[in-house]
């Protein structure tokens, strides 16, 4: 039987979902649909119809501009272009985010990290 979600279940699975992707974003929809299940978010079953319903849910956040599309890991879609900056400066500030300095640059060992589920690289 299907049931509709009530306005409270609503607002708390939106609340959930925004701040747990902003916290721990990039992330997949099947990673906020199992700690959705595992915090126990009021009418998100461990099935289909509970996926969906977090899919769905992320779907409207992010059309509506509440929730970032940058929030979600979408391993789905490639865009290949050269990356490209509205000027020098934004170039600059970009570089600066991104840098990070190669701390095993020196080490005797080589350290490397597998991640055998790719729905988990983009996050």
């Not at 009021?42 to 929730?67: C, E, F, N, P, T």
């Not at 050269?82 to 005797?108: H, M, V």
């Amino acid at each position: 039987m299907r049931t509709r979600a009530t306005l409270s279940q609503m607002v708390d699975r939106n609340g959930f979902l925004r701040d747990y992707a902003a916290r721990h974003g990039p992330i997949t929809i099947g990673g906020l649909y199992y700690q959705a299940v595992v915090a126990g978010l009021d009418g998100i079953s461990k099935d289909k119809a509970g996926y969906r319903k977090i899919q769905q849910a992320v779907l409207r956040l992010r059309r509506a501009g509440h929730m970032p599309y940058g929030h979600i890991a979408d391993l789905t879609r490639w865009m290949r272009k050269p990356q490209s900056y509205s000027g020098i400066e934004q170039a600059l500030r970009e570089t600066a985010r991104f840098y990070r300095k190669w701390l095993w640059q020196d080490a005797a060992e080589y350290v490397e990290a597998w991640c055998e589920k790719d729905a988990l690289a983009g996050a």
